[in-house]
C-alpha cells in the first residue's frame, strides 16, 4: 500500500508563487515516476508535469517556464515549485507516482490564485 501527502496549497494574487509538496510512504522499495495533475471546476483533470525515476521532466504547455518539479529520493518526496501564478492556475493539484504498474493519487490540494 502506498499513501500520497501533499500540502502547500492555499490562496495567492496573480503574479505570486506556492510550492506544492507530496511525500510518499508505505511499500515503496524503489524509486518511481511521480508528478502532478489538476483539476479546475468543470475540467477535466490535466498532466501539470511529470518526473522520471532519472528527474527528467516534462511540463504541460500552460506552465512551462513558470513552474519546476523536482525530487528529493531520499525523503520519497516530490515538489512543485509553481511562480508567475494566473488565475487560470486556479485548481486541485493532484500528485500522482506510478509503481509496479498502478498509479495511487494523493486527496489533492487547492491552489486558488484571485486578488
Known amino acids: 500500500q502506498v499513501q500520497l501527502v501533499e500540502s502547500g496549497g492555499g490562496l495567492v494574487q496573480p503574479g505570486g508563487s506556492l510550492r506544492l509538496s507530496c511525500a510518499a510512504s508505505?511499500?515503496?522499495?524503489?524509486?518511481?515516476?511521480m508528478g502532478w495533475y489538476r483539476q479546475a471546476p468543470g475540467k477535466q483533470r490535466e498532466l501539470v508535469a511529470a518526473?522520471?525515476?532519472?528527474?527528467?521532466?516534462n511540463y504541460s504547455d500552460s506552465v512551462k517556464g513558470r513552474f519546476t518539479i523536482s525530487r528529493d529520493n531520499g525523503k520519497n518526496t516530490v515538489y512543485l515549485q509553481m511562480n508567475s501564478l494566473k488565475p487560470e492556475d486556479t485548481a486541485v493539484y493532484f500528485c500522482?507516482?506510478?509503481?509496479?504498474?498502478?498509479?495511487?493519487w494523493g486527496q489533492g490540494t487547492t491552489v486558488t490564485v484571485s486578488s
Open positions: 500522482y507516482l506510478a509503481h509496479l504498474g498502478s498509479l495511487y
Open positions: 508505505g511499500s515503496i522499495f524503489s524509486i518511481n515516476p
Open positions: 518526473i522520471t525515476t532519472n528527474s527528467r521532466t
